[in-house]
T-cell receptor, first 117, second 111 residues
């Protein structure tokens, strides 16, 4: 059972380009979370999705950022017209149960390091 | 809004010494998570604390939770170099949808 798979590991974009980050949750997991980590900072929540639904996007910037988790295929975090401030590590996590279940455990992927030139 | 604060943010220890990392959170929560992150790597789950008074131990690390004080501690016993990493605590909050992380504690164990 592979863990949470994120790709690419490293992504370099020029200002104004689009960045697409992919996350395949663990098998059987239907809950996906995206977090952003700036250098030497903690992880900041961005969005929580279940299959085909956005449950909580309170951490997503209002513009340029979007996320989806289709019925088939990986979850995608899309950043349009990237700016230097978007440079960060983006982590995806998945779980089998909704938040707050007693046996809930969150598994993290290896992250995508986005660098905007 | 749930806030999670860790201290210290940086900890330099000698091998063999003991120390404690503190994690305070601002709103009621009945679960607290501790993660370890090595440079350039993902987060590894260490402990999930589910109730007041919960204590869990793994090797040289022991975590506890006091929900009344809204405080969790991660105690390191007889530190070894392999424990050098960044340690994060995270709280879900009651009825929360997401984990809120502390800023992390960078631990360096010197021989």
């Amino acid at each position: 059972n592979a863990g949470v798979m994120q790709n690419p590991r490293h992504l370099v974009r020029r200002r104004g380009q689009e960045a697409r980050l992919r996350c395949s949750p663990m098998k059987g997991h239907s809950h996906v979370y995206w977090y952003r980590q700036l250098p030497e900072e903690g992880l900041k929540f961005m969005v929580y999705l279940q299959k085909e639904n956005i449950i909580d996007e309170s951490g997503m910037p209002k513009e340029r950022f979007s996320a989806e988790f289709p019925k088939e295929g990986p979850s995608i975090l899309r950043i349009q017209q990237v700016v230097r401030g978007d440079s960060a590590a983006y982590f995806c996590a998945s779980s089998a149960t909704p938040p707050g279940f007693s046996n809930e455990k969150l598994f993290f992927g290896s992250g995508t390091q986005l660098s905007v030139l | 809004e749930l806030k999670v604060e860790q201290n210290p943010l940086f900890l330099s220890m000698q091998e063999g010494k003991n120390y404690t990392i503190y994690c305070n959170y601002s709103t009621t929560s009945d679960r607290l998570y501790w993660y370890r992150q090595d440079p350039g790597k993902s987060l590894e789950s260490l402990f999930v604390l589910l109730s007041n008074g919960a204590v869990k131990q793994e090797g040289r690390l022991m975590a506890s939770l006091d929900t009344k004080a809204r405080l969790s501690t991660l105690h390191i016993t007889a530190a070894v170099h392999d424990l050098s990493a960044t340690y994060f605590c995270a709280s879900l909050g009651l009825y929360g949808n997401k984990l809120v992380f502390g800023a992390g504690t960078i631990l360096r164990v010197k021989s």
